[in-house]
């Protein structure tokens, strides 16, 4: 004799025949078919809705996906991920909140689903994120305009060959760039009227933050002074200056700069008017929609305002303290202190210097309030 094979369906058929024969008690089936009385009155109730087909096996996947992301907010997430490829979920979110506030967004997660899923997200080495080094510098900044930071983005040469050097400046507090602006070199002549631009546009700041490169610092000049950088003293800015080779003390300049290079040099534009146009269009969107993640995700115009210090027309003539020496520097960068002409910086030519003697025979040279040199009286030397 051979065993018979029966299928679910048949079992559970066989059941419910059993089941309305009245011979036997539910109880009684149930461990006969070695299934639970739930189970039983789901079968019996199944087959006298919809017959014997209610007795097939059915889907476990619930009736209704509370996280199923709905059309119209999918394709809003999507366009606006096209039109900024850089965005990551929580920008693209934050640039949407507040512009579509009746709607039910996801959580950032599902959207960055929702990216890898349409192939919009570049699989790549995870970035590790590093612990500050112990030394380096802390930057005293509370406020818009109370430090700015500027350098040059890494050259490149456009379509038709031509370089480009992209001077940026941004607000340190707020992150807003200030200036972005496609210029042919590093030289100050070039720089010195984007800078008077700015000054006009958005007041003066305390204080300026470069790195160690033309034309903000001299590397062989005394404290590496250069013409940029004495007027910005005449002005009442301080420059400051990151350690030589540590471009992380300047990290939050250095991420704009990724963010720029991703966003506008790839491919690089024709020419650099184009490459500037494009500039023009990436400034201002980054100014005025991206969301800014150091800032709580709100764009950084929404944190900066204008300086309250106006550019003058004229450079304030220097006021020293009645006890310095007040020495004006030649064209050719030296001045008097008798009985001989000591050579200082051809980047102090024309301005006023005071000297105070804080030691016997040891003079500190200012420009303005900045301590630029120190001379020794008895050797006649300039102490760099």
């Not at 490169?213 to 590397?219: D, M, R, S």
Request: proline share 8%; charged share 25%; with cysteine.
């Amino acid at each position: 004799m051979t065993w018979r094979e029966t299928s679910p369906m048949e079992e559970r058929i066989r059941f419910v025949k059993n089941c309305r024969s009245g011979l036997y008690e539910m109880s009684e089936l149930c461990d006969r078919y070695g299934i639970s009385r739930k189970t039983g009155y789901k079968w019996l109730h199944r087959f006298e809705a919809e017959g014997a087909g209610g007795l097939a096996d059915r889907s476990r996947a619930p009736l209704h996906c509370t996280h199923r992301m709905a059309d119209a907010v999918r394709e809003a997430l999507l366009e606006v991920r096209r039109r900024h490829p850089t965005w990551g979920p929580r920008k693209l979110l934050a640039w949407l909140e507040p512009r579509r506030p009746k709607v039910d967004w996801p959580a950032a997660s599902s959207v960055g689903e929702l990216l890898r899923r349409e192939g919009l997200v570049a699989e790549g080495r995870r970035r590790r994120r590093r612990e500050p080094h112990p030394g380096r510098p802390q930057l005293s900044a509370s406020a818009p305009n109370d430090l700015w930071t500027a350098d040059f983005k890494g050259q490149f040469r456009t379509r038709d060959w031509d370089w480009c050097y992209p001077l940026t400046v941004l607000d340190h507090v707020s992150r807003n760039c200030l200036g972005l602006q496609a210029l042919d070199g590093t030289d100050g002549d070039g720089v010195h009227p984007v800078f008077e631009r700015l000054f006009r546009e958005a007041g003066l700041p305390l204080a300026i933050l470069t790195d160690n490169g033309p034309p903000f610092v001299a590397p062989r000049g005394l404290h590496g002074l250069t013409k940029l950088s004495v007027w910005w003293i005449r002005l009442g800015i301080r420059p400051l200056r990151t350690e030589p080779a540590s471009p992380e003390q300047n990290g939050a300049h250095e991420r704009f700069h990724r963010t720029l290079k991703a966003e506008t040099g790839q491919p690089v534009a024709g020419n650099r008017i184009a490459q500037q146009r494009r500039f023009n269009r990436f400034r201002s969107i980054y100014n005025h929609e991206r969301p800014h993640e150091a800032l709580g995700q709100v764009p950084p115009a929404s944190r900066w305002s204008a300086s309250p210090r106006a550019y003058p027309e004229l450079l304030p003539i220097p006021d020293y303290p009645a006890r310095y020496l007040k020495r004006l520097v030649s064209s050719a960068g030296t001045f008097f202190f008798s009985p001989q002409l000591t050579y200082l910086t051809s980047a102090l030519a024309g301005q006023w210097v005071g000297l105070d003697e804080i030691d016997d025979g040891i003079w500190s040279v200012y420009l303005c309030t900045e301590e630029v040199a120190r001379y020794d009286e008895r050797t006649k030397q300039i102490q760099r």
